[in-house]
């Protein structure tokens, strides 16, 4: 006996789109935050009296190097790949621990990220958008899109075929 589980809504699919989308766009952010800091250290005014004080150019290159994985899980999740949720999800993390870090350098972008990356671990942790499709095999990563707009077609053709059914014996 096989279970039914329901396909994801279009708002748990868009949901992981718009966060493949947001963890390109900070990953592109997080570098250029990265090069302005490798670029030149006083940049980034200091607090003083900082627990975790570390050079500026030091979390430059965190930055830059953080925010290049970031976007490029970020074009793996549009793809489609499955396991680019989860990478999504640790990354997603890395970034906000990094930014929460890097609070007394640049505090309001610094909340501004951690923001956007607990989004983009919400929209990946929806329910129901990564599982393995029964139809067609999967061959590599198909595109989000392309899968829900077979199933958003797959469920228009049912009422017309049962319709046609109908009419056919007579009812």
Request: hydrophobic share 55%; aromatic share 14%; proline share 6%.
């Amino acid at each position: 006996m096989t279970q039914y589980e329901p396909e994801p809504s279009g708002w748990a699919m868009g949901g992981v789109l718009f966060a493949g989308a947001l963890m390109i766009l900070i990953g592109i952010l997080q570098g250029i935050a990265g090069i302005a800091a490798i670029a030149d250290d006083g940049f980034f005014v200091v607090t003083r009296n900082y627990v975790f004080d570390l050079d500026p150019s030091a979390w430059g290159w965190i930055h830059l190097l953080l925010g290049i994985v970031v976007a490029l899980a970020g074009f793996f999740l549009i793809a489609g790949r499955v396991w680019a949720g989860m990478v999504a999800i640790v990354l997603a993390t890395l970034s906000a621990v990094a930014n929460f870090f890097f609070i007394p350098y640049y505090p309001f972008w610094s909340i501004l990220m951690v923001a956007l990356d607990v989004w983009v671990i919400w929209a990946v942790t929806r329910p129901g958008v990564y599982r393995e499709p029964s139809w067609p095999p999967e061959r590599g990563g198909r595109a989000l899109l392309a899968r829900h707009a077979l199933t958003a077609s797959r469920r228009s053709a049912e009422p017309a075929a049962s319709r046609a059914h109908a009419h056919a014996s007579g009812a």
